[in-house]
Structure formats: structure tokens, C-alpha cells
């Protein structure tokens, strides 16, 4: 079984139970112009998690292990998005608003879908989830049991937010999860460091977090 060094110590793993899970790489969160950087936030800071994870998911795949793509957003009629979330924010900067790329956060809209460059290829799963976390409201366990998982690799936006809360459900439900640093990113650099710590503080209270390099030589090692 690989293992990859790792914080707080060496995380180990077996191919035939283990999913990488790609959350929110979408255009919405991701391109300059779209509903991120319409809040403020610099999108830099987490589009540079792009190039890591596009190398990541390109040797996962050719490992033959499965890749798991979430995407935060709505049902046009919002029916799915409870009242407080949906006027939380500026007016004209709300779910379901028109923005640069469609309407905001809304499915089937361009800014919606995954960004270019980590588009998910024929027969990975693409699992829509209208809140931060990707269990909540969605199959995805559902889908995970069909893949026997038992260890979730958890990648994407943003670190403080739907990582960080899909990595706390999954952890609840004895996910063991591994977060490689440089596949997730956040608007605040502040967040990004202690949201890691977070992490694998207290001997891993939520899981292990590693690089990709290291993880991508593991796989490599297997061949
Ligand atoms: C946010 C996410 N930050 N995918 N969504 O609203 O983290």
C-alpha cells in the first residue's frame, strides 16, 4: 500500500478503496470577472491550485483510480437554496442573480460548471450539492460505497469552506482523508494556513494533509 509523507505523520492507503474528490472547481468561484472576484476577493489565490491538481488528476487517472467532481449551486427556481443563504450577500450579488457568466451559482449556467482545464473526463461522477458540504442533500455516499471507499484524497475550493466542511463529514461518517495542500485554495491566505492546520492538528482530528508531488510519486513508485 502507498504512503505519502504527510501531517501529522505518514498517511497510508489502498488503490482499490481510496477516491479523489475534486470540490467546486468551478468558473463561478475560479475566472477573473465571475462571482468571486465580484465580492472582492482575489482569485489568483486559488486559481493557482489549478495547475497542481490538473497534474494530480492527469496521474490519478492514469493509475485507473476514480475521480469524484462536486459543484456547489441551484435549481433555477432556487426551490433548493434555503431563504437565508439566498439573501446573504449584496443585492444583484445573490444566488440566482444574473453575473457575468449566468446566473449566479445556478446549474446549467456557464459559470456553474468546472473550470477548462479539470473538466471531468467520461464516466467520473459529477455530483451537484446546494450546500458546503458534498454530503449533505446528495448521493454522495451512495456513490462512494459503489467505489468501496474508505480513504477520500480531498481537493478544491475553497479550503475553509467546502473542503474543510466535506472533509468534517467525511470524517464523521470514518472517511480517512488526505488534503493535498497545494489542490486546495482559499481567497485568504490567512485561512488557507490555519485551515490546514486545522486539519491535522491534535494528531489529525479531521485527517492528514501532504503535497501533491509527494502523493503523484507514491502513485508513480506503483508502476
Ligand atoms: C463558497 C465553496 N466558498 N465552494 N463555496 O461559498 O467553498
Not at 471531468?120 to 467505489?147: H, I, N
Not at 494528531?203 to 506503483?222: Q, R
Request: hydrophobic share 40%.
Amino acid at each position: 500500500m502507498p504512503t505519502v509523507d504527510a501531517k501529522p505523520g505518514p498517511f497510508t492507503f489502498d488503490l482499490e478503496s481510496t477516491v479523489l474528490l475534486v470540490i467546486d472547481m468551478q468558473r463561478d468561484f475560479l475566472l477573473p470577472g465571475g462571482f468571486g472576484e465580484s465580492l472582492g476577493n482575489d482569485v489568483g489565490q486559488l486559481s493557482r491550485a489549478i495547475e497542481p491538481l490538473a497534474a494530480l488528476m492527469a496521474a490519478w487517472r492514469t493509475a485507473g483510480l476514480p475521480i469524484v467532481h462536486t459543484r456547489e449551486g441551484h435549481l433555477p427556481d432556487l426551490s433548493d437554496c434555503p431563504p437565508a443563504k439566498l439573501r446573504r450577500g449584496a443585492p444583484s450579488k445573490r444566488i440566482g442573480d444574473p453575473g457575468a457568466f449566468g446566473r449566479i451559482l445556478v446549474r446549467g449556467e456557464y459559470g456553474h460548471d468546472i473550470v477548462d482545464e479539470l473538466q471531468p473526463v467520461d464516466g467520473e461522477v459529477v455530483v451537484d450539492k446546494p450546500g458546503k458540504g458534498a454530503f449533505y442533500a446528495t448521493d454522495l455516499s451512495d456513490v462512494l460505497d459503489k467505489f468501496g471507499a474508505r480513504s477520500l484524497v480531498v481537493t478544491g475550493v475553497t479550503t475553509e469552506v467546502c473542503v474543510h466542511t466535506t472533509v468534517r463529514e467525511a470524517n464523521d461518517r470514518g472517511y480517512e482523508c488526505l488534503v493535498p495542500a497545494d489542490c486546495v485554495g482559499s481567497y485568504f491566505p490567512e485561512f488557507q494556513r490555519v485551515g490546514l492546520e486545522m486539519i491535522a492538528a491534535q494528531g489529525g482530528i479531521f485527517g492528514w494533509v501532504a503535497d501533491s508531488p509527494t502523493l503523484i510519486s507514491a502513485l508513480e513508485e506503483l508502476r
